[in-house]
């Protein structure tokens, strides 16, 4: 049964321990858990490991456990727009693993499905492969990747019930979905807390949710401002 917490602090109550690996969604700064994000940061737990597509952007997102020395590792499948975290990697004073990134949600997926292992021929030949097993199936050579299991996963969701389904929205979906199912315990924080959500549009069963907690005025940061200047006499 899912369990509603009164805050991220309170929802992640007891879930925190040093060394721990924490598995979190979104993409740069799309669907990312920030609250959760924040709370994590709050509790001053060290020696993470963070499994993520990549680590936000500098004093914003996953930027901020960088910021205050709490992660040992990281697992991600680009550095992006954080300047601290290349300045980290490049320094020494982090372990990276870099993944492919269908690789990545594919190692998050079967971790969270009980796959321990499963081959793809990305990375086949490269870097990625280096140390890994490798078999051939059809005259065709494959690198053997390993699931992901986290200790805790942290999600944002669009829409969440009391039942702990979740429904993410649009772009903001992203790696969500598998980083909720790769968790041994799950907390999701939701902007948007229902009677029930249409068991029609659920992406993520409550049976994968541990707890939630309601997050109405959650802060939504743009990575990237595109604009373009309106031409003289265009419609509006």
Do not use: W
Not at 19 to 28: D, E, L, Y
Not at 36 to 55: C, F, K, Q
Not at 155 to 172: C, E
Not at 173 to 184: C, E
């Amino acid at each position: 049964m899912t369990m509603r917490t009164r805050s991220a602090h309170e929802a992640l109550d007891g879930l925190l321990t040093d060394g721990m690996t924490i598995a979190v969604g979104g993409f740069g700064l799309c669907g990312i858990p920030s609250t959760l994000i924040e709370a994590v940061r709050d509790s001053d737990v060290t020696g993470l490991t963070v499994v993520s597509n990549n680590m936000g952007v500098d004093g914003k997102g996953l930027g901020l456990l960088l910021e205050n020395n709490q992660v040992r590792k990281v697992v991600a499948s680009y550095v992006g727009e954080n300047k601290l975290f290349a300045k980290q990697y490049l320094d020494g004073e982090l372990d990276v693993e870099f993944n492919p990134q269908g690789t990545l949600a594919e190692r998050l997926r079967a971790g969270g499905a009980g796959i321990p292992a499963f081959y793809t021929r990305t990375g086949v030949g490269t870097a990625v492969a280096e140390g890994k097993p490798t078999a051939v199936f059809d005259d065709v050579t494959y690198v053997q990747e390993r699931g992901i299991v986290a200790d805790l996963s942290l999600v944002h969701a669009h829409t969440g019930d009391a039942h702990g389904n979740l429904r993410y929205r649009l772009a903001a979906r992203n790696f969500n979905p598998a980083v909720a199912t790769s968790g041994r315990v799950t907390v999701a924080e939701v902007e948007h807390l229902v009677d029930l959500v249409d068991p029609e549009l659920v992406h993520t069963p409550g049976v994968y949710v541990t707890s939630l907690v309601h997050v109405p005025e959650a802060v939504k940061h743009i990575e990237q401002r595109t604009t373009r200047t309106r031409l003289e006499g265009a419609l509006a």
